[in-house]
Each structure stands twice: as C-alpha cells, then as structure tokens.
C-alpha cells in the first residue's frame, strides 16, 4: 500500500512551496467517493427526516416536543463541530473521521428504533454529534490530499452532493416514508454509512498522531455552552419564548459569558480548541465573516422559497425540493467553472467579489416578488442568487484552509463549518422573525379578526391549513406572504453587503501546490 500512502504532515506556512503533492494517494477518487458519501449522510438526513415527521409524531405522540427532534440534532452537531475539527489536527484524521460515521451509524440505528419522542430526541443528539465529525472530516481529508490550488477542481463534486441532498432530500423522505414507513429514513444511513466506512478503511491512509498535550476540557465545555446558548437563543427567540422574556435573557447573558470565558482561557490552554493565532491571517477571518453571511443567507432562502411558491404560486408541498432546483443548479455549475478557473489560473478573489455582487442583487430582485410574480421569473431571480452563492459555499473553506499552516487544518475546517452554521441559525431566526411579524401584521390589516385568528399560533401554513381557509382569507395570507418575504429578502441583501465588503480586503495568496506537476496529474 506503499502508493497509496498520503504523507502530508507539513506543508509550511501560507503562502510557501509545497511539496505534499508528490505524495497524493493514486486511489484518491475512490477516497473522495468515499467522502462524498459521508458528506450526503450528513446534509441528506435532515431534510429525509422532516419530510417523515408527520408520520411520526402521528405513531409516537409529543406533538408538543416536536421541535426538539430538529433542535437536539442540531445542537448537538453545532456544539460538536470545532471539537471534531481538533481531535483531527492532534489524533490523526482517519481515526476520528472513522468515529465520527460510526457515532452517527449508532445514532441513526437508535432513532429508527425508538419507542417514544423523548427516546428519538436523544437518539437524534447522538447521531447529530456524530454529524458534526461528517463535514469537518470530509474538508479537512481534502484538505490533507489534495493541493489547494488543485482542490478548486472539486468543489463541483462537493456543490453537487449539496444540490442533490436538498433537492432530493424531500422526494426520498416521503417515498420511503410511504413504502417502508418512518423507521427506514434512519435505517436507510446504515448501507451507505457502511460503504463509506468500508472504502475509508480500507483506501485512505494518512500518518497516525499523538499529541503529548491533553486534551482542553475547560474549552470544550465553556464553548459547548456559548454554542449551545447561542442555538437555543435563535431556535426560541420569537417562537417558543418573546425575545425579550427573561428565559432568552439568561441565555444570551449565559451564552456571552461562557464565549468570553472561552477566549480568555484559548490564549492560556497547552493546547486549545480553537487556537486564537489562526485569526492572525486576515484571510482566515475574512472567510468566516464571508461564510457566516453566506449561511445566514443560504438557509433563510431555502425557508422562504418554497413557503412562497406553496402559498403564493400554487406549488406542491410534495415536491418541494424541485422548487429550488433554479438556485441549487446555478449554485453547482457556478461552482464548478469557478473551480476550474482558480486549479487553471491559481487566481481566486474575483469570485468572493462577483459572488457578493450576484448575491445582493440577487436577494434583492427577491425581495421584488409580490402575488402576480411568475414562476419563470422567480426562477430566474433564484439562479442569480444560485450564481452568486456558486462563488462563495467552496471558495470560503479553499481560501480558509490556504490560510493556515497543516497542523491547524481541521481547526481551520470546523471554523468555516462553525460560523457557517451559526450564520444559518442566525438567518433562520432574524429573517423568520422579521417575516412572522410582517405576515401578522398583513392579515390582521386586510383579513380583520379573521386574519389575527389564522396567523396567532404560526405565521407559516401547510398545504392543508391553507386549502380549509375561505376564499378572503386564503388571498389576504398570499398577500401577507408576499410582504414577509419581501421584508426577509430585503434584509437579506442589506446583510449580503458585508460578504462583498470582506471579499474586497481579500489578499490573493499564491495557492499551495499547482497543476503543472506531472505526478498530479498521474496521481489523479
């Protein structure tokens, strides 16, 4: 297995030559099959399994822990993120990506069976701590095999699997939830977890570590807090609780002491979680303002659309997924070229610009759709949002990792997850809250009573909520919708502007390793 071995342990400082290269794995693709795979296990779960959670509150009960099914799962696997990232750059790669698809296998096995929601909710904990090792270790493995300069050619592998996840996600949900019942959207993770298991086993081979250091408790707990407060915060706030009540209070006042403690005690730990020096690079920190903005952006639109074209255009719930596919399919081919672009040229701060530009505007003329607004032009507005976030969602990790020396490859790889994921938390909250009041605010201006009365427990209706309204209200709700979703976009373009601010203090440079070695392209 000698040529396969990938011994990539130093590649120096940014922006020095490197030579890791010449040592890439020949089995590389079917590594990155591998990857690929354990990559969909973790965006393709969530979006299976709310396509199946009807059925199972109807067989489970807990109607009213239902939230939690989604919460837990995400926190956990927000919390665990940087931790996994860490236990990489000081154990080795291989061993804790392995752990990560067998914690999340375990899991999954538990959620499909449990017996009650308070059992599904924990099992979904367990399988969400192992989610946060999926993403972190797929970044980073790439990270360690391949060149950045040469890792721009991937990146349309990588927007693919995020494309077919969210586009395929619901459709596979509700047929499997139809034909083999609710259990089998976790048990379906179990072959394919054990065929990426199988293939990283047995293909991947990067050195082994051991860190002398122990392991920095008291920063995993005090940034397990801060995360976990910062969720719950932006998860409860506007829905479960008024953002003003006391309990969102002690939260954030919880959630800001523990994040300040953390940092305090990252510039005294032998060995911190999240190194502080990383930030030096001007870069790094660029890209995680960038893929904080991106995900506040990204998952706000992913909401929105389709609550839109349901109520609004008359869209199926049922196929939801397709209703993206404009945005999801710009997203990917725009990747793809920029990805090329930058392995060919080495060149990559034209694209965080023009997808900053293509992003406001983007949001912008969607901020425009209004009741009479076809489904071509909604299309066509969502592939200029697509194009423009096409730009950034690989760009963000190349540039961060680029940015750091090889020991803090997975750190820097769980940050840029990290902040992305907070980005969407955050984007999922502001923006809802923004479009739950305007909604509100709408039906109780054109529908009276009627209208305060539809919209008090939930400003977002299903498909069957909406078909039992009468004829008055139903149109004052796609009025209302339509402002909401004006408000959220608009918001969002205004938020955008920061990724094209950032993407303008970009310093562009060189890209380790380059496509003009012959045992690249030999190896590959």
Known sequence: MADTQAVATDRGTPGQPDTSHEKQPKSVRVVLLALMIAMMLAMLDNMIVGTAMPTIVGELGGLEHLSWVVTGYTLATAAATPIWGKLGDMFGRKATFLSSIVIFLIGSALSGMAQDMGQLIGFRAVQGLGAGGLMVGVMAIIGDLIPPRERGKYQGMMAGVMALAMIGGPLVGGTITDNWGWRWSFYINLPLGAVALALVSAVLHLPKKRSKAGI????????????????????????????????????????????????????????????????????????????FVTGFVMFGATLFLPLYQQAVQGASATNSGLLLLPMLGAMLVTSMVAGR??????????????????????????SLMDTGTTRLTSGIYMAVLGAGMGCLMQITMLVAQNSVEMKDMGVASSSTTLFRTLGSSFG?????????????????????????????????????????????????????????????????????????????????????????????????
Do not use: C
């Open 216 to 291: 920095d408790y008291l920063g995993v707990v005090l940034l397990t807090v801060g995360i976990t407060s910062i969720v719950l915060v932006t998860t409860w706030g506007g829905t479960e609780y008024a953002w003003t009540s006391a309990r969102i209070m002690e939260l954030i006042g919880i959630g800001v002491a523990a994040l300040v403690g953390f940092v305090f005690w990252q510039t005294r730990a032998a060995e911190p979680v999240l190194p502080l020096h990383i930030f030096r690079s001007g870069n790094f920190t660029l890209m995680s303002v960038i893929g």
């Open 341 to 366: 672009i930058t392995t060919n040229s080495g060149r990559y701060k034209v694209f965080p610009i023009v997808g900053g530009v293509l992003m406001v505007v983007g949001l912008y003329l969607l």
């Open 428 to 524: 999922v909250a502001v923006m809802g809250a923004l479009f739950n009041h305007k909604v509100q605010d709408v039906m109780a201006a054109k529908a009276g009573a009627l209208g305060s009365k539809v919209t008090e427990r939930s400003a977002q209706l299903d498909a069957a909520s909406l078909a039992k309204l009468p004829a008055q209200a139903r149109e004052a709700y796609q009025h209302a919708v339509s402002a909401g979703t004006h408000s959220a976009f608009l918001l969002g373009a205004v938020i955008a502007v920061l990724v094209l601010i950032a993407a303008l203090f970009v310093k562009e440079v060189p890209l380790k390793g380059g496509p003009q070695k012959p045992e690249v392209t030999e190896a590959l």
